[in-house]
């Protein structure tokens, strides 16, 4: 598994900073939880639009999912396949407690299709 980066700014974060902490920890842990062995996971910031935007990308190789599964990943409890095989302790419910965290500052976690077969978790965090 590879992981890249590329930070761009700097800003003052106007959220608590444990529960910023808790957000990002939960997309890159399912993002290395989820990808196929041999992937590549990026990190990637940009400043702008009232906050610090921090972009998650991962693959999502054989999980074919169309385009209204992907938004339903932020509904509690989902699960593409109840049948699959849960890798770790996850229970369905870290997408959709992020969400809500992230909306408390003003900021937001959305996820977007990245090709055919990656995805990107796009994580607004207010800042100055």
Not at 19 to 32: D, F, I, Y
Request: with cysteine; net charge negative.
């Amino acid at each position: 598994m590879g992981f890249g980066w590329d930070l761009d700014g700097q800003g003052l974060i106007e959220s608590d900073l444990e529960l910023v902490k808790v957000v990002v920890g939960n997309v890159l842990k399912n993002a290395v939880t989820y990808a196929p062995e041999g992937t590549r996971i990026s990190l990637e910031t940009r400043r702008g639009f009232g906050g610090i935007r921090l972009f998650i990308e991962n693959s999502i190789e054989g999980l074919n999912l169309k385009p209204n599964e992907l938004s339903r990943c932020f509904d509690p409890f989902y699960r593409k396949d109840q049948t699959r095989e849960q890798k770790g302790n996850h229970a369905g419910i870290g997408p959709s407690f992020c969400r809500e965290i992230m909306a408390l500052p003003g900021g937001g976690i959305t996820v977007s299709p990245a090709g055919s077969e990656r995805i990107v978790f796009e994580i607004v965090i207010p800042c100055s």
